[in-house]
Nanobody, 121 residues
Framework: QVQLVESGGGLVQPGGSLRLSCAAS????????MGWYRQAPGKQREFVAS???????DYVHSVKGRFTISRDSAKNTIYLQMDSLKPEDTAAYYC???????????????WGQGTQVTVSS
């Protein structure tokens, strides 16, 4: 099993910044993808950003140029730097790791507990 622990959410004014962190527990596994999703009240969970082990990144259009995903492979930790925050960014943010435990084995997704980000004046 992989445990993901998130931190860094909070209340911020429009235009402000927050940095989310997601640390994975130690274990023998291969990480195939890491990412962030968010879910606003009454809406479905949506993809925000992802990063591959090689460092390739992808973002939903609405956050491009404002959010930056990064990783520290030695610490099995990913980050989401969120700048120029808008009220529509308000949501619970969840990190996700897609891993395999054996070479050629099935992929499994693990999720963090979620951290609330509220953008309001």
């Amino acid at each position: 099993q992989v445990q993901l622990v998130e931190s860094g959410g909070g209340l911020v004014q429009p235009g402000g910044s927050l940095r989310l962190s997601c640390a994975a527990s130690d274990g023998i596994f291969n990480i195939n993808r890491m990412g962030w999703y968010r879910q606003a009240p009454g809406k479905q969970r949506e993809f925000v950003a992802s990063i591959s082990p090689g460092g390739s990144t992808d973002y939903v259009h609405s956050v491009k140029g404002r959010f930056t995903i990064s990783r520290d492979s030695a610490k099995n930790t990913i980050y989401l730097q969120m700048d120029s925050l808008k009220p529509e960014d308000t949501a619970a943010y969840y990190c996700e790791f897609r891993v395999t435990f054996t070479i050629g084995g099935p992929e499994r997704d693990f999720w963090g507990q979620g951290t609330q980000v509220t953008v309001s004046s």
